[in-house]
């Protein structure tokens, strides 16, 4: 079984729906000593997870940490960076950074975003955040022979496709891509991955629906993780790529 070797696994947005999916998958693949962070806003719902993952005996071998913070604020971005800090006196070889905290934003006409501070927040949180966080790590586990990084933007068709009314969300997710692939370009030695997981049985597809009355077929979470799990393992795909779950 292919696995990411001892490392440090850092989940955003892990208490629920694709974090929570991905949280299961990656567990199988880290080997003992290996460490998962696991951050979002609900203390509650991420000590569920923690309690969910050490249930099965094969997962015992993990550290795990649950990180209740906002990372649209900079406690939140340097708390998460402050407990990575603490376990890189570890030896890994293996760091996985998952940019999965994301939100829906307004769905409105171009015209009505005219609240600065609404839109600065929104970008804070959606774009803002993952630049801070990442570059945060990155000085924490700078890269060096033998050790393997990986960084993944959890994306969106919409991060190549203008959809009307949702200028909040295109732009943050296009925003993303464009950050990471810089990244790709800057640091051969961090492979790169954005990969739009596809429509998936969530809370924000929930609200697609209230607020649009759109209906998709939706995927559950844990197969669009399992995918994703499974390109990370293969790595045959250029650094700083896009990847569509119907792609692969």
Known sequence: MATFGRGICIITGASKGFGRALAHEVSHSLEPGSVLLLVARSGTLLQDLKEELHSFSERQHLIVHCIAVDLSTREGVNETVRIARQE????????????????????????NFTDLEMVNSYLSFNVSSALALTAGILQVFPCRAGLRWNVVNVSSIFALKALPSWVLY?????????????????????????????????????????????????????ESAVKLVKLL???????????????V
């Open 233 to 247: 393992h293969d790595n045959d795909f250029p650094s700083g790529k896009h990847l569509d779950f119907f792609e």
């Open 170 to 222: 295109c732009t943050a997710k296009a925003a993303r891509k464009m950050m990471f692939s810089v990244l790709a370009e800057e640091e051969p030695n961090i492979k790169v991955l954005s990969y739009s997981p596809g429509p998936m049985d969530t809370e924000m597809q929930e609200d697609i629906l209230r607020l649009t009355g759109t209906r998709h077929c939706l995927l559950p979470c844990q």
């Open 88 to 111: 890189a006196v570890n030896e890994i070889d293996h760091v996985l950074l998952i940019n999965n905290a994301g939100s829906l934003g307004e769905i409105s006409g171009f015209e």
